[in-house]
Nanobody, 127 residues
Framework: QVQLVESGGGLVQAGGSLRLSCTTS????????MGWFRQAPGKEREFVTA????????YYADSVKGRFTISRDNAKNTVYLQMNNLKPEDTAVYYC????????????????????WGQGTQVTVSS
């Protein structure tokens, strides 16, 4: 089983930037495709972005394309989410999630593809 811990959340003004990190332990990080999801108050959890185990493919929600960038450092067991030009509607708890590469990642945007989840980190964007 892999454990995931997110960090880097906080309060930022609209137009600002944050970088989230998700560090894993317990299993070989490079065996996992990784995703970021978010959940705003009163709303369902939604897909933000994902990256395959090798970093060869990335996926983004339309709402964050051009503003957010996912990357990973397999040597550091960490996946990153660089968020630029943040908007108030980006306010949410952000979760990272892991999917074993030994199962085909059929639907990277769907939360039920990911077996392991972190506890989340709060991102608040003020207007």
């Amino acid at each position: 089983q892999v454990q995931l811990v997110e960090s880097g959340g906080g309060l930022v003004q609209a137009g600002g930037s944050l970088r989230l990190s998700c560090t894993t332990s317990g299993r070989t990080f490079s065996n996992y495709d990784m995703g970021w999801f978010r959940q705003a108050p009163g709303k369902e959890r939604e897909f933000v972005t994902a990256i395959t185990w090798s970093g060869g493919s990335t996926y983004y929600a339309d709402s964050v394309k051009g503003r957010f960038t996912i990357s990973r450092d397999n040597a550091k067991n960490t996946v990153y989410l660089q968020m630029n030009n943040l908007k108030p509607e980006d306010t949410a708890v952000y979760y990272c999630a892991a999917h074993s590469k030994y199962r085909t990642l059929m639907r990277p945007t769907m939360s039920d593809e990911y077996a392991f989840w972190g506890q989340g980190t709060q991102v608040t964007v003020s207007s």
